[in-house]
């Protein structure tokens, strides 16, 4: 195998943030941080933990959805990517906002707002439109895309990538390269800091996360600034291995970043907003823009050093980690509201809904992968599409992973 050609560490790590998710939004149900439903035992013990990867776990998804565009513009004719994409992508978002989400609004309002009414009764509100579910000033949307808001974003990206792409031709292989001989030593930690602090000090404040696709333009400028990164570095052999020599260092960065973040967040609120203290926020904004970059460099030096290979799993996983992503978090929430009536121990409760969120999804998705009209659904292409989307020389079908 040529490892310069073949990036089988991203499949790898892209099946590892999915899984991850499952974690970290049964997580949600447990901190004070707000969330569709809450445990009655919800605190902030475990939220060190959930910073770990909070930063810098999407902003990974979607550098490696950047590096997986990059390697099917090679393959494809630009409107028939777009055209593809669109298919893999808006498909199963339109079933999955009128199927699979809505029995966490159903869950979120019957908790938050002491709604009374079946389930039936609440589908013909939401297909409707209907924004009269409100806690004071906070009324929930519907429909709603709630975590598949991230495939929104990608096909939004994808279809600006497209764009761009098809307006510079050659051109774009030589920002490519310009790029890859730029990020060279400590510039591969301090350039992506840098554009990510710009972003964080000019629109964090005036653009609030949304997920709403509109009016969320800091969100934007870090998401679509790391995809285009990823599509950037795609083809750059030397780059990943450069990468890969920095590892070890990267991850010192990553755990001091995050043990400075942890720090500082977990301050009272009386102390974090003396003077003393406030003097220092711009320096702990830059800090978070160190645990955004840094993890994912460290994540995938590490990926490239240990799992560069291919095995009959990682096909299997790949396929799989699309449908998973969209049921986990309706499982999770629903099963969290089923179980609170047992009351039991946090703990036990959390495992129990890690291990039935996995087992469910992927009970799922095997009958899903096996019946040919439901597969689209899911963003699940041909039966045959068997092969990584990170591969440069690989057959046509290697462009169907990756989402």
Not at 80 to 99: D, E, N, T
């Amino acid at each position: 195998m040529n490892h310069n050609n073949r990036l089988y560490f991203l499949d790898w790590i892209r099946i590892f943030a999915f899984c991850v998710l499952i974690f970290y939004h049964t997580g949600m149900y447990y901190v004070t941080w707000d969330w569709h439903v809450k445990s009655p035992f919800a605190s902030d013990a475990i939220e060190p933990l959930m910073i770990l990867s909070s930063p810098w776990r999407l902003g990974l998804l979607f550098m490696i959805s950047g590096v997986a565009t990059a390697f099917m513009l090679k393959k494809f004719r630009v409107g028939a990517l777009l055209r593809q994409r669109s298919w893999r992508l808006l498909v199963p978002l339109i079933f999955g906002m009128f199927v699979i989400v809505p029995p966490q609004a159903y869950f979120e309002v019957v908790e938050k707002v002491a709604y009374q009414g079946s389930y039936a009764e609440f589908m013909r509100l939401y297909v409707s439109g209907y924004h009269g579910f409100c806690r004071g000033s906070d009324c929930l949307a519907m429909p709603t895309w709630n975590h598949l808001w991230f495939v929104a974003y990608l096909w939004a990206y994808t279809m600006i990538a497209g764009l761009i792409v098809w307006l510079l031709g050659a051109r774009f292989q030589k920002a490519s390269d310009a790029m890859g001989r730029l990020l060279s030593g400590w510039t591969i930690v301090v350039l992506p800091v840098l554009v990510l602090a710009i972003a964080r000090f000019t629109l964090a404040d005036r653009f609030p996360a949304t997920h709403a696709l509109t009016n969320d333009w800091y969100n934007h400028a870090q998401y679509f600034f790391l995809f285009s990164l990823g599509a950037l570095m795609a083809v750059q052999g030397g780059l990943w291995a450069k990468i890969e020599t920095l590892r070890w260092t990267s991850l010192g960065l990553w755990l001091t970043s995050w043990a400075l973040i942890v720090c500082y967040w977990s301050m009272p609120e009386a102390l974090a907003n003396t003077p003393e203290v406030q003097q220092w926020r711009p320096v702990f904004r830059v800090i978070y823009c160190l645990c955004q970059w840094t993890p994912i460099l460290t994540v995938c030096g590490f990926g490239r050093r240990h799992l560069n290979f291919d095995s009959a799993k990682r096909r299997y996983l790949t396929e799989a980690v699309f449908p998973v992503y969209i049921l986990h978090q309706t499982l999770i929430v629903s099963m969290a509201h089923w179980m609170k009536p047992i009351k039991l121990a946090p703990g036990i409760e959390g495992v129990f809904l890690i291990v039935l969120t996995f087992g469910f999804s992927f009970g799922v998705f095997e009958v899903v992968r096996r019946i040919a009209v439901l597969r689209p659904l899911f963003g699940l292409g041909p039966l045959t599409s068997q092969t990584s989307a990170y591969a440069a020389q690989v057959p046509a079908a290697a462009a169907t992973h990756g989402q």
